[in-house]
């Protein structure tokens, strides 16, 4: 991504906290990604974490309460805040935010379509999809995926398994764990297909960063969503 430096006159607006970790390296891209040589050059952040907001995964699954209400309040209220840009650093919370978008009074970066389109960029053969139980229960990305005529290739429910494991042991700050059990996931992936995984949950760059894998085999949902953040951020001001 190419950027010429300035000062962004936009804020942008971070609902987080699903989870904090996955917010906080959310935090961590924007700073490093963005075009700034000096702290005024960097974006204006309004972040909004919240952890308590329901299990996403749980709800999608009819095991827990809808967090439709919480996310929806929590953007209207970054935007009362003065927020002109919105974004969520988690993949699953995008199936109930869909049903409300076109009520957000400022626009909405959206973490699957931007990880898509830098899928395609990256790998026009296609790529893996790892993402939590509930986001794969959804269907989100492979609606969008289609739309594009884009391929995505799934795990089976084992490795669904693994995915999902891995993805409980980042929430439980266990980066190691998280980081062998991952890679064992994907190795034996690669050995069926040789195309880039997709962490299509935004804990999963975190496991995949804390593994032995290499660097370009993965598509990150985070660094994706931080990229889309910032062409608007430095966009027009």
Request: glycine share 8%; hydrophobic share 40%.
């Amino acid at each position: 991504m190419s950027l010429a430096t300035k000062e962004p006159s936009k804020i942008l607006g971070i609902l987080g906290g699903m989870g904090p970790a996955a917010t906080a390296e959310f935090m961590r891209l924007l700073a490093v990604k963005a075009p700034a040589a000096r702290d005024q050059e960097h974006p204006k952040l309004y972040v909004l974490s919240n952890p308590q907001i329901p299990d996403r995964s749980s709800a999608i699954l009819g095991r827990g309460k809808s967090p439709a209400p919480a996310l929806k309040e929590g953007l209207l209220t970054l935007a009362r805040w003065g927020a002109d840009i919105l974004a969520v650093p988690c993949n699953t919370a995008h199936y109930f935010i869909d049903s409300f978008r076109e009520e957000l009074p400022v626009p909405f970066v959206h973490i699957i379509e931007a990880t898509v389109e830098l899928a395609a960029e990256r790998s026009r053969e296609g790529a893996w999809l790892l993402a939590t139980s509930g986001t794969k229960r959804s269907g989100m990305y492979e609606r969008y995926a289609e739309k594009k005529g884009y391929p995505f290739f799934l795990p089976t429910e084992e490795d669904q398994g693994k995915v999902q494991e891995t993805i409980i042991l980042v929430k439980a700050n266990r980066l190691r764990e998280a980081g062998l059990l991952l890679q064992g996931v994907v190795e034996k992936l690669w050995k069926e297909r040789e195309v880039p995984i997709v962490a299509a949950c935004t804990e999963l760059p975190l496991a995949y960063d804390a593994s032995d894998l290499p660097e370009l085999g993965m598509v990150s949902s985070l660094g994706a969503l931080a990229e889309g953040c910032l062409r608007l951020l430095y966009s027009n001001n």
